[in-house]
């Protein structure tokens, strides 16, 4: 029909262009055919340069001139009814009634057009316009759709008009990708513009859905070059660059800085959220949209999910394992900002940074001490934790004395009852039971053993190095001992200057307690955040302790000390009211001797007077956050503390399965050890209780206390070793877990 619609023309004497309309189905077919019947394509692109309108007028002027200049009289022009549909229904309908009436004289000229049916259905109200002039395929549809892309946007696309134009003429359908500065706001077919790299990567990758947001102009146009250079795939750019793969490791060393490479690292995570296995990275990643947001927010995002919400043991695990190498200025901000709600905040908190570590106790110093700390900060709940003393008949009085003590200086108050003991001790001086530090390391063994003095080291810490010790492997032997008065390192350092073997002296602790060097003052602080510097400097120094031995540097590492401290007596702020004829020294807990004088607190030794309780002579400065030089238990008690390998086979067992309760002689077991062990003894809920051997392998132990049928759990010890824990299964003489003597208590 067509062809012979051509056909028609070619006879007929019309004098004016004749309008072809055809569909993306046909055209191809009609261009051939028309090119058997001897005419030559007119191209618009022809009438085109690089990325500039096509000059229509220059293309009419051909035409109207095709009789006189032109060689061939059959014409066909193409690519004219795609560019009028993108230049919109006013260019369109315009430039088709000029070409309706134009006078072509002789020549015969073909419009094989696209994309214009309706418009040119428009043109049929003029009756002359009949089919004589016009032939309209039955099946028009054109799938033509333009994306236009920015020049500055790296994408593989034809570049400018008179490329597009060219593509066209040839029959191309479906989106045509253009790199053009041209806009076509009025086009009839539908356009889609490419402005920059977002949108570039966006029609590149169909099913990307991250939000502009997520980058910069800047990085999205990175991105985009390397998709270019990638194919377009993304997971080839993110193995490139090492994101294909445990995407959750070494979190901090990616995320951190703003360069390119952190950001896709961002980019990696938000494509590959549902491939993660750290719940709460998917958690704050579906919440950021931002990358200069990332890094904060998983810090911060934590401070929102309550403790009481079924995901937060797990959100917490998780989120301590990414920022455990976030420094500490990151930490600081997120610190204050959990600040928010006291309630929860201290569950927010981790013990992976310092800064992290003194929140804890500033917060525990004000709301009290709770069960989460054991894993919030274990190292505070190990220091908490009661260390039973065994140094002879003193063991129960030291035991619940710095039991108290540590709970008093963590909350950072002072009970009256334990300031009454204090001042009773202060008359009673129990601490002069104690044998001297000297006399205990004069019968120490030197051989190969490696002095360590950790100035200021007082007993209060010794459940924490029992844990710290327990930690590494290592073998524990604990002497307790006093310091020589007043409790100043120039009176105490006698035992360091006469050892002959290796030595080495540690400030750090004394340094912390009362030193300006220690970065710490109770006038710009009054809370106890110096334990957290305390607690690492100890941690340091088992760590160095357990280094040493296991390099065989030494079999014994000894750590001994010149005094304790005390923070109870900083919180007292108690000054004597009594004029001294001598100035106070190290905070006025000790001064040069004077007489007369009547001071039932102070004791006399080594030509000062020292205080035994928590008071202070005039004329020496307040202590930093803790003071020594007087006689209070915390200052004179020390510890004499010697690790060694430890045989890590021996284990011990309960030789009875069930043990039998009588209520007025309590419980007896029996245990087994796979060595022969010395000093075998069993904590059972604070006291320890002496095990007598039975052969080389058993121990028998009488525990009284327990005079109630039911489990109970004890720790063994071989001297200060922990051996391990027993479960004690105990039952009435019925063979009854419940017997009926339990009602009488």
Not at 68 to 79: A, E, H
Not at 381 to 400: H, I, M, P, Q
Request: hydrophobic share 40%; net charge negative.
């Amino acid at each position: 029909m067509l062809i012979q619609a051509v056909k028609n023309y070619l006879s007929s004497p019309v004098t004016t262009p004749y309008f072809l309309v055809v569909g993306d189905e046909k055209y191809k077919d009609i261009k051939g055919k028309l090119l058997e019947l001897g005419f030559d394509f007119v191209k618009l692109s022809d009438h085109c340069s690089d990325d500039r309108l096509p000059d229509i007028d220059g293309l009419l002027e051909r035409l109207k001139t095709a009789d006189v200049n032109g060689s061939n009289k059959r014409l066909v022009v193409i690519g004219l009814g795609e560019y009028l549909a993108l230049s919109g229904s006013i260019v369109t309908t315009n430039i088709l009634l000029q070409l309706k009436d134009l006078n072509i004289g002789s020549t015969k000229v073909i419009l094989l057009l696209r994309g214009v049916a309706t418009q040119i259905k428009d043109l049929q109200r003029d009756p002359r316009f009949d089919s004589r002039r016009l032939c309209i395929h039955e099946k028009v549809d054109c799938d033509l759709s333009f994306t236009l892309a920015d020049p500055s946007v790296d994408l593989p696309t034809s570049l400018g008009i008179k490329t597009l134009l060219l593509e066209l003429e040839s029959g191309l359908s479906g989106n045509v990708v253009v790199s053009t500065t041209l806009n076509f706001d009025n086009a009839l077919f539908n356009v889609h513009k490419i402005t920059d790299a977002y949108e570039g990567i966006k029609f590149s990758m169909p099913g990307f859905s991250l939000l502009r947001s997520c980058g910069s102009d800047e990085q999205w146009a990175e991105l985009l070059m390397e998709l270019m250079r990638n194919e377009g795939s993304l997971d080839a750019v993110l193995e490139k660059n090492g994101f294909d793969s445990m995407l959750e490791s070494n979190f901090y060393v990616k995320v951190a800085g703003l360069e390119y490479r952190n950001w896709l690292y961002f980019i990696a995570l938000k494509s590959k959220s549902d491939t993660l296995s750290n719940s709460y990275l998917r958690f704050v990643l579906d919440t950021t949209d931002r990358f200069e947001d990332f890094k904060m927010n998983v810090l911060n995002a934590i401070i929102n999910v309550s403790h009481n919400d079924k995901q937060f043991c797990t959100f917490y695990a998780e989120r301590k394992t990414l920022v455990e190498k976030f420094p500490e200025p990151d930490v600081a901000d997120f610190v204050v900002n959990n600040r928010k709600d006291p309630s929860e905040s201290i569950f927010k908190l981790t013990d992976g940074t310092k800064t992290e570590r003194e929140e804890v106790i500033a917060w525990v110093s004000q709301h009290g001490i709770i069960p989460q700390i054991s894993y919030i900060y274990p190292a505070l709940a190990a220091y908490l934790r009661e260390y039973v003393f065994n140094c002879g008949d003193l063991s129960n009085l030291l035991t619940e004395y710095f039991e108290a003590y540590k709970r008093q200086k963590v909350l950072n108050m002072l009970e009256d009852d334990f300031i009454d003991k204090v001042e009773s001790f202060a008359k009673s001086r129990n601490y002069n039971r104690l044998p001297t530090r000297n006399e205990i390391i004069e019968g120490l063994s030197k051989d190969d053993t490696y002095l360590y003095w950790l100035d200021a080291l007082g007993v209060e810490y010794m459940a924490f190095i029992l844990e710290l010790v327990r930690q590494r492997g290592l073998s524990i032997s604990i002497n307790i001992a006093r310091a020589e008065l007043p409790t100043i390192t120039s009176i105490n350092h006698d035992f360091y200057d006469a050892w002959r073997g290796r030595k080495r002296k540690n400030d750090k602790l004394d340094d912390t307690k009362h030193s300006d060097d220690g970065g710490y003052n109770f006038e710009n602080n009054i809370l106890p955040i110096h334990l957290a510097k305390e607690l690492s400097i100890i941690e340091e120094v088992i760590y160095e302790a357990a280094t040493e031995l296991g390099m065989r540097k030494c079999k014994r590492f000894l750590i001994a000390s010149d005094h304790g401290a005390s923070r109870l007596a900083v919180l007292r702020r108690k000054e004597e009211r009594y004029e001294t004829d001598t100035k106070g020294e190290h905070s006025g807990r000790c001064c040069k001797s004077f007489e007369p004088y009547d001071l039932p607190f102070a004791a006399e030794e080594n030509g000062y007077l020292v205080l035994a309780d928590y008071g202070r002579f005039k004329g020496s400065r307040a202590a930093n956050v803790e003071v020594h030089g007087g006689a209070s238990l915390e200052e004179v008690v020390v510890p004499i503390i010697e690790l060694t390998l430890k045989d890590k086979d021996i284990t011990v067992e309960m030789v009875e399965e069930f043990v039998t309760v009588d209520f007025r002689t309590g419980a007896e077991v029996t245990l087994f050890f796979n060595s022969p062990l010395k000093n075998v003894s069993v904590i059972l809920n604070g006291k320890r209780y002496s095990a007598s051997p039975l052969d080389s392998n058993h121990h028998n132990v009488v525990l009284p206390d327990i005079k109630r049928a039911g489990d109970y759990r004890a720790d063994v010890y071989a001297g200060d070793d922990l051996i391990g824990e027993i479960h004690i299964k105990a039952q009435g003489k019925s063979g009854k877990v419940n017997d009926a003597f339990d009602d009488l208590f």
